[in-house]
């Protein structure tokens, strides 16, 4: 088996292959002066199984479009099985007509990756985990909530309680609070169909008075999502605020945005490309669950 990785992902792909024993060799890339696009794989991969790494944040078209070149080469130079691995799978969000003739991105993202020759693909949560569904072949989505956990448990949180923002979170809520040993409930959400002003409300049977709650959500973009939520959990009498969040993109005002709701903490996974260097925020290595995962597919428990 041979792990590669784009430059991206130099670190994550180097410890995916020292935890599978495997060699490891970076893809090399560049652009020409037009803006096109050159990925070379500089090594033997001939009757050889691949796991290729990779993130497709920032700059999502490019790096899809390197991902392709380079699946494509791979399956032309006579690899035995190409495993792909993305930390963050863009377009994720696009997952159906919400209007008649919108594209859905995920679905033709999921076709090409097929189409170019992926056997396996393996996400880190993604966005709806059913979307997976338009990828050809078998799909894994990897919910990182033993990373998230072992970090929150490093905190000494006392009385915690995980918080989904919304019903379709309620997954990888539950999934930490499992990992946690702890409550955890889904916020009710009310929009108002004149002004479409959201209300939130808990459930009748919960109480956040004194508790350290962590809101569980895969991506902050705009941060609109978990400030609010946020705010309502403080006003609801929260003694703070953490928040566990795959993939931390923070656009605009996410971090002011987060600041001003009253969190304490975001923990983030390095699933993108880029850092955002500030006190708010703390990183958490998504390698050992990927780790842990590709081990289980090499030993065939998958
Ligand atoms: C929405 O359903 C997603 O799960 C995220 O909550 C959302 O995309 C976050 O976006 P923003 O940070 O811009 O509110």
Redesign the pocket.
């Known amino acids: 088996m041979i792990v590669l990785a784009f430059p991206e992902l130099e670190s994550i792909g180097g410890k995916v292959a020292e935890g599978l024993g495997s060699q490891f060799h970076l893809i090399q890339k560049k652009i020409f002066p037009d803006g096109e696009s050159y990925v070379r794989i500089g090594t033997d991969v001939k009757d050889e199984d691949i796991v290729l790494v990779q993130t497709t944040y920032p700059e999502q078209d490019k790096r899809l479009l390197e991902l392709f070149y380079a699946i494509d080469t791979i399956r032309s130079h006579g690899a035995r099985s190409v495993e792909v691995v993305l930390t963050y799978l863009a377009y994720a969000?696009q997952d159906r007509e919400f209007l008649p003739g919108e594209a859905v991105s995920v679905r033709t993202v999921l076709r090409l990756l097929g189409a170019v020759g992926v056997n396996t693909l393996y996400a880190v949560d993604v966005?709806k985990p059913e979307s997976l569904e338009y990828f050809p072949g078998q799909a894994k989505n990897i919910i990182p909530s033993r990373v998230f956990s072992r970090k929150l448990e490093d905190l000494n949180l006392r009385n915690p309680i995980v918080v989904s923002?919304?019903l379709?979170?309620s997954h990888r809520a539950k999934a930490l609070a499992s990992e946690l040993g702890c409550e955890c409930f889904i916020i009710r959400k009310h929009r108002d169909r004149i002004t479409g002003q959201i209300r939130h409300e808990l459930p009748e049977d919960i109480d956040v008075k004194g508790k350290e709650a962590v809101v569980v959500?895969?991506?902050?973009?705009?941060?609109?999502?978990?400030?609010n939520i946020a705010s309502f959990l403080r006003k609801c009498g929260a003694s703070r605020v953490f928040v566990a969040a795959s993939h931390g993109?923070f656009?605009d005002e996410?971090l002011r945005k987060l600041r001003n709701a009253g969190v304490d903490r975001v923990l983030t996974l390095n699933t993108l490309a880029t850092k955002v260097n500030d006190s708010l925020i703390e990183y958490v290595d998504v390698s050992p669950e990927l780790v842990r995962v590709l081990r289980n597919m090499v030993s065939g428990t998958l």
């Not at 959500?217 to 400030?227: F, K, L, M, R, W």
């Open positions: 969000r966005h923002p919304d379709g979170a959500d895969d991506i902050i973009s705009t941060g609109g999502t978990v400030a993109l656009v996410a």
